[in-house]
């Protein structure tokens, strides 16, 4: 599994004009699937977001996890981070996962999540979704699992 993640001040997800997810200082996290993943990559990259050590300590020096400044954790849906881009001028998907794949392992990561962390929000899998972010730093890290 993929994460794009991005410390943010802020961060919501909009459907079809109304908000169904919203985070102040936290990550957002887009998700991408692979065919070849399973729960355990499930596990590992949710175990990676929260310990992932991207937050400034009292010295400004990225040194505390999202689970330790108990921020938000907004996990979006976004099958194109496993794209193929490769070769050409046109992106290929046959490096993603199946809708039905990708579905249920984003499903376990968000429900993994909301156990083990207090503040989780997702965005709507399949869904045509607008998300907006201030991403303080900026600071930007590609993760896998």
Sequence with gaps: MIAL??????????VEGETIGEIGPGLLALIGVTPTDDDGDAQR????????RIFGDED??????LQQIEGGLLLVPQF???????????PGFSTAATPDVGRRLFTLLVE?????????????????????LVNDGPVTFWLES
């Design 45 to 52: 990259l949710l175990t990676r977001m929260l310990k992932y």
């Design 60 to 65: 400004g020096r990225m040194n505390l996890s």
């Design 5 to 14: 993640i991005q410390r943010v001040s802020e961060a919501r997800v909009n």
């Design 112 to 132: 993994m999540a909301r156990v083990e962390h207090p503040a989780v929000e997702s965005g709507e899998f399949g869904a045509d979704m607008q998300v907006s």
């Design 80 to 90: 194109t981070l496993a794209a193929d881009t490769r070769h050409g001028l046109r």
